[in-house]
């Protein structure tokens, strides 16, 4: 069975930083590729960040360039996003998950003062 359990959200004031982290289970993690993916209010789930199973290969919508890196370590079967210099519309409920597998439950962040 599938699980992905994302940690580390929480409620931090604009330019903070955060890191979530995302464990893994019930498959081959080192043989996936991740990604983070958020979801605002109101608004249509989108990709923040994506890395090959390897770790060599990473991409980032253009929102999270230059602020947020995603890293993996497969010994731990855990992939995570690293976030600074946090802005308001970064709020959301930020979802890992696992290429053609399946989804976290979610992790809220919130940017605010």
């Known amino acids: 069975q599938v699980q992905l359990v994302e940690s580390g959200g929480g409620l931090v004031q604009p330019g903070g930083s955060l890191r979530l982290s995302c464990v893994a289970s019930?498959?081959?993690?080192?043989?996936?590729?991740m990604s983070w993916y958020r979801q605002a209010q109101g608004k249509e789930r989108e990709l923040v960040a994506f890395?090959?199973?390897?770790?060599?290969?990473?991409r980032y919508t253009d929102s999270a360039k230059d602020r947020f890196t995603i890293t993996r370590d497969n010994a731990k079967n855990t992939v995570y996003l690293q976030m600074i210099r946090l802005k308001p519309e970064d709020t959301a409920v930020y979802f890992c998950?696992?290429?053609?597998?399946?989804w976290g439950q979610g992790t809220q962040v919130t940017v605010s003062s």
């Open positions: 998950h696992a290429f053609a597998l399946g």
């Open positions: 019930g498959f081959t993690f080192s043989s996936r590729a």
């Open positions: 890395i090959s199973s390897t770790g060599e290969l990473t």
